[in-house]
T-cell receptor
């Protein structure tokens, strides 16, 4: 069973911030949260990851709650090209195995 | 860099046929992985390799075999194709044992 839970779909208006939630209530202390996205059934693309602190890069921000049981991926100014399935996964940094759930289908509307 | 490349892009097999899915990466990554993705689902790990000559099973290895003779190549072999192996197959690589993986474009396989 997947260790993460995400809503199956979400909409967001173009130009607005897209906030994608993920629950991972059974996360262990040395597991990182990774986010990927998959556009049109292409290969998944890495977005961002974090352990306990909030992280930001050129693509997105990752907010992890203090108890680490949930996180939110933020796309600050969504564009139509951000329409994709977004996956929240967990992995220990010494362990290659990503456990994938079904993801959230994000649709950006003009 | 081409990154991770996979061939073929599409393939239709008859039940019982065999084939090899090719995967090559030019990033000098030690770790390589094979996943399958069924419609509407997340990815499942089939096999992985931590370096040339070293491979191990993932979550769903039955019906598949792999080899890793070079750092660059990690082919996936289907010996006796079954309809349950109809799926999209993704190869990935990473520099170290890490969740940050680089994926190829995938091979869409149909077994009839």
């Amino acid at each position: 069973d997947a260790k993460t839970t995400q809503p199956p779909s979400m909409d967001c208006a173009e130009g607005r911030a897209a906030n994608l939630p993920c629950n991972h209530s059974t996360i262990s202390g040395n597991e990182y949260v990774y986010w990927y996205r998959q556009i049109h059934s292409q290969g998944p693309q890495y977005i961002i990851h974090g352990l306990k602190n909030n992280e930001t890069n050129e693509m997105a921000s990752l907010i992890i709650t203090e108890d680490r049981k949930s996180s939110t991926l933020i796309l600050p100014h969504a564009t139509l090209r951000d329409t994709a399935v977004y996956y929240c996964t967990l992995a220990m940094d010494s362990n290659y195995q990503l456990i994938w759930g079904a993801g959230t289908k994000l649709i950006i509307k003009p | 860099n081409a990154g991770v490349t996979q061939t073929p892009k599409f393939r239709i097999l008859k039940i019982g046929q065999s084939m090899t899915l090719q995967c090559t990466q030019d990033m000098n990554h030690n770790y390589m992985y094979w996943y399958r993705q069924d419609p509407g689902m997340g990815l499942k790990l089939i096999y992985y390799s931590v370096g040339a000559g070293i491979t191990d099973k993932g979550e769903v290895p039955n019906g598949y075999n792999v080899s890793r003779s070079t750092t660059e190549d990690f082919p996936l072999r289907l010996e006796l194709a079954a309809p349950s192996q109809t799926s999209v197959y993704f190869c990935a690589s990473s520099y170290a044992a890490s969740g940050r993986q680089f994926f190829g474009p995938g091979t869409r396989l149909t077994v009839l």
